[in-house]
């Protein structure tokens, strides 16, 4: 249900009626209650370019306002048009919403084949923060198009690719006599440091690192088979993370920076077909018109970049995944680099123009002394332990009343959610600061209070012994309210994902949660003496409620407990 778009459409109706060309539509939600639902605040704008009073204007757009879903209409103030809904309308539009499994949210109009490119790890380090926000971002936005029924391909662009892999594996070979595979690799970060270790003390062998990326990159048997044993363990590393936060990428959305190796001879032949390519200093580089600093796609040594690889991704992508829309889940100090690539695939034609093509950039995750999440000792933090701490500081919130596998689970998706929520649920292109208290807490907007919301429900519902056949009334202002943020999911999603911004949704989830806390402490719902109409009334705004909670959860990625 599109609440917004029909009273939209109403008010585009009357001003039609009412010969008014060139309107402004804006509708919104109203700010207070006594100004209705939704409010029309065009008029005023209307009369200052017809040079009329914005009443007048008000008035006549109001006689011609013709609908039956519609209460009452005021107008107050300058000009101002309030809206109010007819409580029938809203109860036939919850019941419908109340038999549907989708929840009445209608999917897409055109279906789009939408790239979400989220999480790329390198495979040289271990994956930091900076790869989880992008990774629980990005697979939110890939559930939201989804269920709002487009054709989405995550692709997960890892780096495996560049001069880092000589090193790493001739240092490989060197400790395989001394250990397996697994051991050496068990801790990625600690691996790295004691070959950069040798390679800074040992001239033989950074002689050796460097033939080794030639070797790596010209196909060389041997070293493609160890640097392949490298990459298959340290990918199985951020499997593990994908797997403890429910995560969807899977090997099959793994298109890692070598797999465009071949194309990027092309993509240096394309821009100079296209008359694109200048040399500086004996790089290869293509001028921006709104830079200073030119792209470098090839260094004066034959070597290709990171923005070579971008490049030839995205001609992959237009031409053989068929792309409408390419969504790039990166770190915002990515800005300028995919600034200038999208503009040279575009001016190259490698990507067709009517592809949007998106950086969804987000912040720093900060600690509470506003610097750059780190360990207490400055290292890098391991992502898997950063999830551990998760679960087990949820288990602490818990009460162990119960059986240990239990705890164990209920543990893992209040702390998960925790996780995920926070990052979640502020404005993706600004910093944050974790914080773990805060994550956890039962009050305000976090996964907890959510996931109790929809707890509570459940108990209730389990409850209840009889039907669910009955009709929903709207009577007091608290069911109203409860009512019309129900009717708001669609709008809700559709704006969500047209800004990319999953805070809308938790935002909206959290308005959803408090509106029916009030509800239910002013409409008892089981007590006795309540009529068996009024008592299914409210199950049914009730089941609406935590359905909606759950499928806002499920689209976030974040699980919810039949009881906490
Ligand atoms: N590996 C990159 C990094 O860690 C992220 C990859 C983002 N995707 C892309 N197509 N460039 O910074």
Known sequence: MKLKSTIDAIISKALHSANIQNPNLSVTKAAKKEFGDFQYNGAMGLAKKLQTNPREIATSITTHIDAEIIEKVEIAGAGFINIWLKNSWLSS???????????????AQTKENIIV?????????????????????????????????????????????????????AYLEELQSSGDFQENLKDLEEFYKLAKKRFDEDAAFAD?????????????????????????????????????????????????????????????????????????????????????????VQKSDGG????????????????????????????????????????????????????????????????????PFKTRDGGTLKLTDLIDEAIIRAKNTLKDKEDAQGIEHKAKTIGIGALKYADLSVNRESNYIF?????????????????????????????????????????????????????????????????????????????????????????PILKEGIDGETKISRLLLSKITADTIKQGLAILGIETLEQI
């Open 93 to 107: 539009e919850l019941k419908k919403i109340s038999q549907d499994e989708c929840l009445g949210i209608e999917k």
């Open 435 to 523: 914080n773990w208290d805060r994550m956890l807490s039962f009050d305000g907007n976090t996964a907890l209070y959510m996931q109790y919301a929809y707890a509570r429900i459940q108990s209730i519902i389990r409850k209840y012994v009889g039907t669910f056949d009955g009709d929903i009334k709207i009577e007091s202002e608290s069911e109203r309210a409860l009512a019309l943020a129900l009717l708001d999911f669609e709008d809700v999603l559709y704006k969500s994902a047209h800004e990319c911004m999953p805070n809308h949704i938790t935002g909206y989830l959290y308005e959803l949660a408090t509106l029916f806390m009030r509800f239910y402490e002013q409409s």
């Open 304 to 371: 290709y970049l990171y923005a070579t690889t971008d490049l030839g991704a995205l001609w992959y992508r237009n031409d053989t995944l068929k792309a409408d829309k390419i969504l790039y889940v990166v770190d915002a100090r990515q800005n300028e680099h995919f600034k200038s690539v999208f503009w040279v695939a575009k001016e190259a034609k490698m990507v067709r123009d009517d592809v949007v093509l998106k950086h969804i950039a987000f912040g720093t995750m900060m600690n509470e002394q506003g610097k």
């Open 117 to 169: 490119d989220y999480s790329g790890p390198n495979m040289a380090k271990e994956m930091h923060v900076g790869h989880l926000r992008s990774t629980i971002i990005g697979d939110t936005l890939a559930n939201l198009f989804e269920f709002l029924g487009h054709n989405v391909i995550r692709q997960n662009h890892i780096g495996d690719w560049g001069t880092q892999f000589g090193m790493l594996v």
């Open 208 to 296: 050796k690192a460097r033939e080794y990326v030639v070797k790596i990159q010209s196909g060389d048997a041997h070293c493609l088979k160890l640097w392949k044993r490298f990459i298959d363990i340290s990918l199985a590393h951020c499997e593990e993370v994908y797997q403890k936060l429910h995560i969807k990428l899977t090997r099959d959305d793994v298109k890692a920076e070598s797999y465009y190796n071949d194309m990027l001879s092309q993509v240096v032949q394309k821009l100079d077909a296209m008359s694109m390519l200048s040399v500086s200093e004996g790089a290869k580089c293509v001028f921006l018109p709104f830079s200073d600093i030119p792209l470098i």
